[in-house]
């Protein structure tokens, strides 16, 4: 069965400097897609970033980045540059693509970003 | 198509109520799924369809809770007599699907249900 780990439950960071969310995963399937969510106080989840399984170049979408280690089945994100506004909730998510499975997350990260 | 609604946002009801909630996805995606989402916690499956057949239920949709979705297009997540425990944020989300790939989800605002 397919499972997400985030271990840290919060992380602060100051304004303008780089950070890295950690993710690992456990699955089976060799087909796979590894997601990152954002989710303010307001709840609703925005979609980051996705890696594929067999992506080969880390994916990068704007400050976001994800350092993807398939033999450590870690997909970490990394937010260069914080801004107030990144403060939130971020969730790690992934989904087994043979089995076509739904989306399972992780416990999540909190970010506050301080000025 | 602005997005996946839900309504209400909130809701509170007194133990024992039942309460039913919308999902109104993107026109057309043809999955649709509902999350549970407690204080801390990462969203966790319930049920999701794809067009009206409801293909995957989760073992925390209890027998109290069920899910349709008439025609394809709108859901409902009803809960019946509902228990403190069923206090949570519930998240809808949808998505595209064709020849195997899915093409992302797109969460909903979601409801936030207390019980009292």
């Known amino acids: 069965a397919q499972k997400i780990t985030q271990t840290q439950p919060g992380m602060f960071v100051q304004e303008k400097e780089a950070v890295t969310l950690d993710c690992t995963y456990d699955t089976s399937d060799q087909s796979y897609g590894l997601f990152w969510y954002k989710q303010p106080s307001s709840g609703e989840m925005i979609f980051l970033i996705y890696?594929?399984?067999?992506?080969?170049q880390n994916a990068t979408e704007g400050r976001y980045s994800l350092n993807f280690q398939k033999a450590r089945k870690s997909a970490n994100l990394v937010i260069s540059a914080s801004q107030l506004g990144d403060s939130a909730m971020y969730f790690c998510?992934?989904?087994?693509?043979?089995?076509?499975?739904?989306?399972?997350f992780g416990k999540g990260t909190r970010l506050s970003v301080i000025a | 198509d602005t997005g996946v609604s839900q309504d209400p946002r909130h809701k509170i009801t007194k133990r024992g109520q039942n309460v039913t909630f919308r999902c109104d996805p993107i026109s057309e995606h043809n999955r649709l799924y509902w999350y549970r989402q407690t204080l801390g916690q990462g969203p966790e499956f319930l049920t999701y369809f794809q067009n009206e057949a409801q293909l995957e239920k989760s073992r925390l949709l209890s027998d109290r809770f069920s899910a349709e979705r008439p025609k394809g297009s709108f859901s409902t997540l009803e809960i019946q007599r509902t228990e403190q425990g069923d206090s949570a944020m519930y998240l809808c989300?949808?998505?595209?699907?064709?020849?195997?790939?899915?093409?992302?989800?797109?969460f909903g605002s979601g409801t936030r249900l207390t019980v009292v």
């Open positions: 998510a992934m989904r087994e693509f043979r089995g076509n499975t739904p989306l399972v």
């Open positions: 989300a949808s998505s595209y699907i064709t020849r195997g790939v899915d093409y992302g989800y797109t």
């Open positions: 890696q594929g399984s067999y992506d080969e």
